[in-house]
């Protein structure tokens, strides 16, 4: 497993940009996939984005295409989430997730797969 720990939320107006990172220690020789998921208060931990150990692989849930996007930089252990014309629903707690010594995922979208998660990192963004 690899220990990950993100960093980058804070407040945010509406219609701003903010850059979440996700910096990833431990067993990180082997590769390993990398996803971001978000929870706000009283709902379940939704789905946002997922990248593959090269980056040459990236899905995004619906309401996030366009204004958001992941990237990662191996030689700094390090995965991004860019975020872009925010709104208020986007107010959540954002965490990373990776599935240590997998290039990919047989479904990005599933909890399951992943075996390491940050600790979160609050984003909120005022109207």
């Known amino acids: 497993q690899v220990l990950l720990v993100e960093s980058g939320g804070g407040l945010v107006q509406a219609g701003g940009s903010l850059r979440l990172s996700c910096a990833a220690s431990g067993r990180t020789f082997v590769s390993y996939a990398m996803g971001w998921f978000r929870q706000a208060p009283g709902k379940e931990r939704e789905f946002v984005a997922a990248i593959s150990w090269t980056g040459g692989s990236t899905q995004y849930a619906d309401s996030m295409k366009g204004r958001f996007t992941i990237s990662r930089d191996n030689a700094k252990n390090t995965v991004y989430l860019q975020m872009n014309s925010l709104k208020p629903e986007d107010t959540a707690v954002y965490y990373c997730?990776?599935?240590?010594?997998?290039?990919?995922?047989?479904?990005?979208?599933?909890?399951?797969?992943?075996?390491?998660w940050g600790q979160g990192t609050q984003v909120n963004v005022s109207s």
């Open positions: 997730g990776a599935r240590s010594g997998s290039r990919w995922f047989g479904d990005p979208t599933n909890r399951a797969e992943y075996n390491s």
